[in-house]
């Protein structure tokens, strides 16, 4: 059963669009973790961020922010004000509490950022 | 900064040959990892190995797989007698304690299957 669900295949904007990246999960697990990687054209995989499932409170960084609500089994991503460098495919990832370690991964979104 | 690395960055092989992937994770890691991402596709787990031994193992991580840590800094992935559909990025990672903590990637290997 798909644990990680990245329902947007593909996303293109204009540089300087803000964009939203979806992400839903299911688990049954009381503690879990979630996460979101990077991987650019180049290949390798770049952490961005880790979220528990005790903290809802939502995070920015920079340019990214990040919306986690429980109640709706979404962990959200924003890149604001994108730009070309941000073309990449973004990876949600869950880990539950007792599965020592294993990332399960979405599907992945491209995200295009044209000039 | 500590990277993961691995070796090497592409291997070509006939069907029916034995690969070894290798790996080298970051030094104060006790966690490490196996994941494969077929071309264009999704990254899925294969196998996660702590204290010497496989903690966790996916449906993917048949008999034709193996890991080893044969030292203290190597973690290698053997198949044994590759078939055409293991043709794949494999990614090495590491961490330092399980679940809670982010797991840091090699940049990959990959493995083409002829």
């Known amino acids: 059963a798909q644990k990680v669900t990245q329902a947007q295949t593909e996303i293109s904007v204009v540089e300087k669009e803000d964009v939203t990246l979806d992400c839903v999960y299911e688990t049954r697990d009381t503690t879990y973790y979630l996460f979101w990687y990077k991987q650019p054209p180049s290949g390798e995989l770049v952490f961005l961020i880790r979220r528990n499932s005790f903290d809802e409170q939502n995070e920015i960084s920079g340019r990214y922010s990040w919306n986690f609500q429980k109640s709706t089994s979404s962990f959200n991503f924003t890149i604001t004000a994108s730009q070309v460098v941000d073309s990449a495919v973004y990876f949600c990832?869950?880990?539950?509490?007792?599965?020592?370690?294993?990332?399960?991964f979405g599907a992945g979104t491209q995200v295009v950022v044209t000039p | 900064e500590p990277e993961v690395t691995q070796t090497p960055s592409h291997q070509v092989t006939q069907m029916g040959q034995e690969v070894i992937l290798r790996c080298v994770p970051i030094?104060?890691?006790?966690?490490f990892y196996w994941y494969r991402q077929i071309l264009g596709q999704k990254v899925e787990f294969l196998v996660s190995?702590?204290?010497?031994?496989?903690?966790?193992k996916s449906e993917i991580f048949d008999d034709q797989f193996s890991v080893e840590r044969p030292d203290g800094s190597n973690f290698t992935l053997k198949i044994r007698s590759t078939k055409l559909e293991d043709s794949a990025m494999y990614f090495c990672a590491s961490n330092v304690g399980s679940s809670y903590n982010e797991q840091f990637f090699g940049p990959g290997t990959r493995l083409t299957v002829l």
């Open positions: 030094s104060n890691h006790l966690y």
């Open positions: 990832a869950l880990s539950e509490a007792d599965s020592w370690g294993k990332l399960q």
């Open positions: 190995f702590y204290n010497n031994e496989i903690s966790e």
